[in-house]
């Protein structure tokens, strides 16, 4: 069976599910030890992380540790670890050699975002599913966080032959938010300081009231590209992208 009719056969039988339901037939039927989730440890990842541990707490969990993150993030990582009883938590940092060659001096990331988001996440990401054997990455992507983002699938397909579950892809941030309350979810520290969205701190900003939630990163790349930079790239088509030279 081709990869594209296996994705049709996934939307018709799952799209619409619920994201718990949608969870549990990816982890433990479609996917059973060849699917993970991919986290942030950020402003909105413990609602994943707990549906995530509430179909099965030893399913992979890959964290890009991009040796970028604010302070907050890897302790607030650590925590929610403890605290949802995660026992298979990856930390996935950037090769060291590669890191020393092409970011010597560590501010790639204020000329050659993409190249610096290249390095410290999508090449991690691709090196863990090939020796994981990894067939299905699980996001907490949703509908109105970005332009980019409002035409998703709950199931999709990149261009490497991996399938993206995006169980809450059309949730709301009101049922977000609501979700997160029914399960007593701490937030992470910056939320209160005006970072709804957390990526990297050199590359994360506080946003105004009115801003979109996204707007704080990468704003500095309005200055070097046309556009402000919207994605870091490992939920974009790069299969023919090698910045390793």
């Known amino acids: 069976m081709s990869q594209q009719v296996s994705l049709s056969r996934l939307q018709m039988f799952y799209g ?6 949608l969870l549990r037939s990816m982890i433990k039927e479609e996917f059973a030890g060849q699917v993970a989730l991919i986290s942030s440890f950020g402003a909105d990842a413990a609602l994943m992380l707990a549906l995530v541990g ?3 707490k030893a399913t992979p969990v890959f964290f890009l540790e991009t040796e970028k993150h604010f302070p907050e993030t890897l302790v ?6 403890e605290m949802l009883g995660l026992t298979n938590v990856h930390w996935l940092k950037p090769d060291p050699e590669m890191v020393a060659r092409i970011d010597p001096t560590g501010d790639l990331w204020s000329t050659q975002p993409n190249r610096c988001c ?3 996440k999508v090449e991690p990401l691709n090196r863990a599913v090939e020796a994981l054997g990894i067939k299905a990455l699980i996001t ?3 509908r109105y ?5 409002a ?20 949730w709301s941030r009101e049922r977000q938010k609501q979700e997160v309350a029914a399960r007593n979810l701490p937030a992470h520290p910056l939320v209160g300081q005006g970072y709804p969205s957390i990526g990297c701190a050199p590359c994360t900003k506080p946003v105004a009231e009115g801003q979109d939630e996204r707007a704080g990163r990468w704003a500095h790349t309005i200055g070097i590209e046309n556009e402000q930079k919207a994605e870091c790239g490992i939920h974009l088509p790069t299969a023919d992208v090698n910045w390793s030279v």
């Open 151 to 170: 035409e998703m699938h709950s199931i999709e397909l990149d261009d490497k032959g991996i399938f993206r579950i995006n169980p809450i892809a059309e």
């Open 140 to 142: 907490g992507r949703k």
């Open 16 to 21: 619409d599910m619920d994201a718990s339901m």
């Open 145 to 149: 966080q970005t332009a980019e983002r």
């Open 54 to 56: 509430e179909v099965d």
């Open 118 to 120: 290249w390095m410290r």
């Open 76 to 81: 607030y990582g650590k925590a929610l670890t």
